[in-house]
Structures are given as structure tokens and as C-alpha cells.
């Protein structure tokens, strides 16, 4: 029979805590590029035609992506309008 050991690291403990908020997934939100910043919570989950749920992403970045009026998604390499993206809030 072979044992397997289950790691529980820090960040799995966090991520399974309820009260913990959750982080902008925006790859560029540590550095604050890309309308990111990165003291800022994720507020909103975006969804594309082409992803579906894509990612939650900070305030400031739906700002950013809104302003812009298009942002690029690499896993189809197409460019999204920023009216066919729906930011849903999260609570
Ligand atoms: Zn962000
Ligand atoms: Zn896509």
C-alpha cells in the first residue's frame, strides 16, 4: 500500500478561509501595470464571449479595461470590446 502524504501549505489554509479576501488574478496586478493595483482586492469577476468566467479582477482594472474599450485575450488571441465584457461583483 503506499501512503501519500497530503502538503497543507499557508496559501491552501487561506484560500479555504472564508473571511479571506480574495486577490485580483490579473497576471501584471503586483507591478500595477495595466490599470492594476496592487493593494486592491479583486471586486469583480469578468466574463468574455470567448472565456466565459475569465478572471476577478481589482477596480481599478475595470476601470482601466472600460476606459480603454478593448482588451486583448491571449488564450484566443482575439481582441474583446469592452461592452461584450460583463463584470459581475463580487461579495
Ligand atoms: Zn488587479
Ligand atoms: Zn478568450
Known sequence: MIMTEI????ST???LDFEHTP???????AV??????ADEP????MVTPCCGTKLLVCEPRRKF???GGAVYCGDH??????DEIKFLPID
Open 7 to 10: 502538503e497543507v501549505d499557508l
Open 13 to 15: 489554509l487561506e484560500m
Open 23 to 29: 486577490a485580483c488574478e490579473g497576471q501584471l496586478h
Open 32 to 37: 500595477n501595470l495595466f490599470g492594476h493595483q
Open 42 to 45: 479583486a471586486k469583480w469577476l
Open 65 to 67: 479595461i472600460i476606459a
Open 77 to 82: 488571441n482575439r481582441v474583446v470590446q469592452a
